[in-house]
């Protein structure tokens, strides 16, 4: 067990850095987009850089059209750094010194309903205005078969919990 503590206090660290990479980025390009700082035109206005903070040094390249600002930057960005925030908060679950408890059933739920519920539809919803590549699909797939894996878990520390506090009335 301690190699599991171990290990997922390593990845809830890794998530959490990723998470609000993700979640800074999304901010920063928003603020950028909105406010026309720091954000350069090229190609005729194709395409757009979104420079470093006070320097005209690209950060990021994107198309320059709403749909694909929309659909293909912006909603990948703050789709990840929540999966990103919710991933930390799984693996947090991993090295408390009481694994089955309420809230961390809690933090599972939402981590499967994420991954089940929200990819797909989102993916669905951005084909109808960008032209969504078939490895995305592949993620579509990949995030449903985690929020299954994550829901049988959930499920296991329900009847975890049940069998714990059943043994503490005994006890």
């Known amino acids: 067990m301690n190699q599991t503590k171990i290990i997922s206090r390593i990845l809830f ?13 999304f901010v920063y390009s928003v603020l950028c987009l909105v406010t ?3 954000v350069t035109p090229y190609k005729d206005g194709q395409y757009l850089h979104i420079n470093y903070p006070f320097t005209e040094k ?3 390249n ?18 990840y750094g929540i999966f990103f925030w919710l991933s930390a908060k799984v693996f947090k679950v991993f090295f408390q010194p009481k694994l089955f408890t309420k809230d961390h059933i809690q933090q599972l739920k939402r981590f ?11 993916v669905i919803a ?8 078939s490895i995305i699909w592949g993620l579509v797939f990949i ?7 994550c829901l049988f878990l959930a499920n296991i520390f329900k009847q ?10 005994f006890i």
């Open 13 to 25: 660290y890794i998530c959490t850095l990723l998470s609000a990479g993700y979640l800074i980025t």
């Open 36 to 38: 026309g700082f720091s």
């Open 58 to 60: 690209p950060f990021l």
């Open 62 to 79: 994107i198309e320059n059209n709403y749909p694909y600002i929309i659909f293909s930057f912006l909603a990948v960005l703050i789709s």
């Open 112 to 122: 499967y309903l994420y991954n089940i519920f929200i990819p797909l539809p989102l």
């Open 126 to 133: 951005s084909s109808f205005f960008v032209e969504v590549e």
């Open 143 to 149: 995030h449903f078969m985690l929020g299954i894996f």
């Open 160 to 169: 975890g919990l049940h069998l714990q506090n059943e043994q503490d009335l």
